[in-house]
Nanobody, 114 residues
Framework: VQLQASGGGLVQTGGSLRLSCEAS????????MSWYRQVPGKQRELVAL???????RYADSVKGRFTISRDNAVNTVYLQINSPKPEDTAIYYC?????????WGQGTLVTVSS
């Protein structure tokens, strides 16, 4: 199983960024997919989740600014980041669980400058 995350980088407040995570080795269309983030010294936190049917859930801190979506045709989950804030600076990881196992991508760094 591989979760290949990409799209991180430096973005200014008021800008936008889209993260991608391409999955392989799982049955993507039935997998719930999530994005987490972690700042050094803090716990990893759930940012957004999308179910196999497209239902979504967001952390309160990102509601209205982040959008999670998926494209089952290319086994990819996205995280659109709009109006980022400096406190959104973190390493972002994609995540899924299937057949009793939890899988993590390698992380992609998002840095928000004011």
């Amino acid at each position: 199983v591989q979760l290949q995350a990409s799209g991180g980088g430096l973005v200014q407040t008021g800008g936008s960024l889209r993260l991608s995570c391409e999955a392989s080795g799982i049955v993507f269309r039935i997998a719930a997919m999530s994005w987490y983030r972690q700042v050094p010294g803090k716990q990893r936190e759930l940012v957004a989740l999308i179910g196999s049917g497209g239902s979504t859930r967001y952390a309160d801190s990102v509601k209205g600014r982040f959008t999670i979506s998926r494209d089952n045709a290319v086994n990819t989950v996205y995280l659109q980041i709009n109006s980022p804030k400096p406190e959104d600076t973190a390493i972002y990881y994609c995540n899924t669980a299937q057949n009793g196992y939890t899988y993590w991508g390698q992380g992609t760094l998002v840095t928000v400058s004011s």
